[in-house]
């Protein structure tokens, strides 16, 4: 019998795959479980539009995602830190000084998703902003006395 994967079944299969089983397995424990549907013609043609829209709103996410990346690899952002007079910054360049510095420049980001080298003295970085899933960006960043 085939049957349609609502949820992910160990040695079975992922979400949304279409798989043969035996038929017991499938009315006794998948169905009534809620892990799958029967696949008959009309659960297969809703599932298959389902999956087109899904597609299609994932790909608008990632086009939005490489707009927002090339917008911040675009910019440079500057980082205000207190100094001592050998040039040492006092702490480290943190992400959410770096998350300040995009908003104040126009750049909605999360400062759990910026990774920010680590910073000892003035001068020139570049941190990695995860944008969104596998869209990542290089925000360039100057670090400057206060």
Known sequence: MKIILKKAV???GE???IVEVKNGYAIN???????????TPSNLKQHE?????RAHKEAKKVA?????????AAQTVKVAV??????KIYGSVTAAQLADALVAA???VDKKDITVPEVKELG?????????????????FEVVAE
């Open 124 to 140: 020139a970085y570049e941190a990695v902003v995860k944008v969104y899933k596998a869209v990542k960006a290089t925000l360039a």
């Open 106 to 108: 126009g750049v909605e």
């Open 49 to 53: 539009e389902t999956l087109r829209q």
């Open 82 to 87: 207190k100094v001592s007079e050998a040039g």
């Open 10 to 12: 160990a040695n079975l």
């Open 64 to 72: 939005d995602a490489e707009a927002l990346a090339a917008k911040i």
């Open 15 to 17: 979400v949304d795959e």
């Open 29 to 39: 424990y998948l169905v009534p479980q809620g892990y799958a549907i029967v696949a």
